[in-house]
């Protein structure tokens, strides 16, 4: 990390300041029910470098043309969305911060996802974490040039295209009250968007409506922020609504299909210095005898649920639907941020915007 921005950031900390900065954060929008980090990473040249060759490795597979042929089994079929696009709008992946044989702080990739993320929220905090802890204004959070301007210029141009921002809404079961509701606020008041939950939508033919002012507003495009996994079976809120699997004239910014082929489903095509060993486990002929070192993943969950950390030959044999599984060797996060009192372990998350055309 850069030892002179993390020394003068922990001289300077105090919990006031903490504090204020989490009212800054949340003044003018719904309370945050997640934990904010006390500090933002100082990340040197040496790791953003490897940040970026991480994320052009796993771009070029996403690029490559037989990529949704090796993930069409990605997508479960009861989820399938017709009209996918030719690629996704949003990447982010997730890393672990981790050291390699020569001592140097290295990111191993834990999770990937072809869907949207805090990507209104973290520029927020950006410019709060700047404020508030007055950085160094040669501090950036952004990559390729960008700033928080033209950041915010190509999120609307991804989001809403050529559309009018009233034809555009941001869509989630209850959009208002989900734990992420500030990025949906945020997003809302950089691009002048409605925030929309499901049930606010009606379907009048293969089109879709909402009501303002007593006006009936056609929907032209979605930006998708509902995951189909929190549905599960309870496919009756789309009676509702719509359901999305149906053809409709509306486009999804990003189609649901890739939340499912850009996922952990991916890992194990991916073969990095980046990425830890992943295998499908019905590809598994000898079961390795260290055990200890790996994890066992379901391939169709989300938010970490089923998770087997500690696996045995036990928690393998039991599994009735091997193709349905990852087996990944363990990464072992390092305490690189250096906090007054001890290290701390931490996971960058980096986000990509990709606009068409």
């Not at 970026?52 to 690029?63: F, N, P, R, T, V």
């Not at 969950?301 to 639907?321: P, Y």
Request: proline content about 6%.
């Amino acid at each position: 990390m850069i030892q002179k921005y993390r020394k003068a950031f922990n001289d300077n900390f105090t919990e006031e300041k903490y504090s204020q900065f989490l009212k800054e954060l949340g003044e003018g929008f719904p309370e945050i029910p997640f934990r904010v980090a006390e500090t933002p990473i100082f990340i040197p040249d040496a790791l953003k470098k490897k940040l970026i060759a991480a994320g052009e490795e796993i771009i070029s597979l996403i690029k490559q043309a037989n990529f949704k042929e090796l993930t069409q089994k990605a997508i479960p079929q009861e989820w399938h969305v017709p009209n996918e696009t030719a690629h996704p709008h949003f990447l982010t992946f997730d890393y672990g911060l981790c050291k390699d044989e020569n001592g140097e702080v290295t990111p191993m990739l834990i999770e990937m996802q072809g869907f949207p993320s805090l990507y209104g929220f973290q520029t927020h905090l950006a410019k709060t974490y700047q404020k508030e802890f007055d950085l160094d204004e040669n501090l950036s959070p952004y990559f390729n040039g960008l700033d928080e301007t033209s950041y915010i210029e190509l999120f609307k141009k991804v989001i809403i295209g050529a559309h009018q921002p009233h034809e555009v809404a941001l869509m989630d079961i209850d959009a208002p009250n989900q734990k992420t509701a500030i990025d949906f606020f945020v997003t809302a008041k950089h691009l002048d968007i409605k925030i929309l939950a499901l049930e606010e939508i009606s379907k009048e033919g293969n089109q879709l409506f909402y009501e303002e002012d007593g006006q009936k507003i056609k929907l032209k495009r979605i930006y998708n922020r509902l995951i189909f996994d929190e549905i599960g079976e309870n496919t009756e809120i789309f009676r509702n609504s719509f359901d999305p699997r149906e053809e409709l004239d509306v486009e999804w910014i990003t189609h649901p299909n890739w939340f499912y082929r850009i996922s952990k489903y991916t890992m194990p095509f991916l073969k990095s210095e980046f990425v830890p060993e992943t295998r499908f486990l019905n590809t598994i002929e000898t079961t390795p005898t260290d055990l200890e070192n790996y994890v066992l993943k379901p391939l169709f969950s989300f938010a970490g649920m089923g998770v087997i950390i500690d696996v045995t030959e036990a928690d393998i044999t039991a599994i009735k639907d091997p193709e349905n599984w990852i087996l990944q060797r363990k990464v072992t996060y390092e305490p690189v941020v250096e906090a007054p009192d001890a290290g701390v372990k931490a996971e960058i998350r980096m986000m990509y915007l990709w606009p068409e055309g």
